[in-house]
Nanobody, 121 residues
Framework: QVQLVESGGGLVQPGGSLRLSCTAS????????MAWYRQAPGKMRELVAT???????NYADSVKGRFTISRDNAKRTVYLQMNSLKPEDTAVYYC???????????????WGQGTQVTVSS
C-alpha cells in the first residue's frame, strides 16, 4: 500500500508564507514526477506545480515567481514553498506522485488527502 500524506497548511495573512510538505510511504521502488494541485470552493482542481525525478520544474502562471516546488528523493518528500500569498490562493492543496511499487509492472498515480490553505486578514 502506498500513502501520500500532506502537512503544513493553515491560516495566513495576505503577503505571508507557508511551506507544504508531502511524504510518500509504502513499498515504493521509484517515484517519478511529483506535483501539487489545488481546488478552491466551487472550482475545478487545477495544477499548481510539478517536479520531475531529475528536478525539472513547471509552474502555473498564477503562481510563477511566488511558489517554489522542490523534492528530497531520499526522504520521498515534495515541498511547496508559497510566498506572497493572496486570498485567491485559498484552496485545498493536494499532492500527487507517479509511483512504481515493488509489486508493480508499471507506474500508478497516487493522491494525498489534501491540506487546507486559507489566506485571509
Amino acid at each position: 500500500q502506498v500513502q501520500l500524506v500532506e502537512s503544513g497548511g493553515g491560516l495566513v495573512q495576505p503577503g505571508g508564507s507557508l511551506r507544504l510538505s508531502c511524504t510518500a510511504s509504502g513499498s515504493i521502488l521509484s517515484i517519478n514526477t511529483m506535483a501539487w494541485y489545488r481546488q478552491a470552493p466551487g472550482k475545478m482542481r487545477e495544477l499548481v506545480a510539478t517536479v520531475t525525478s531529475s528536478g525539472r520544474t513547471n509552474y502555473a502562471d498564477s503562481v510563477k515567481g511566488r511558489f517554489t516546488i522542490s523534492r528530497d528523493n531520499a526522504k520521498r518528500t515534495v515541498y511547496l514553498q508559497m510566498n506572497s500569498l493572496k486570498p485567491e490562493d485559498t484552496a485545498v492543496y493536494y499532492c500527487n506522485a507517479i509511483i512504481v511499487r515493488y509489486s508493480d509492472v508499471g507506474a500508478s498515480l497516487y493522491w494525498g488527502q489534501g491540506t487546507q490553505v486559507t489566506v485571509s486578514s
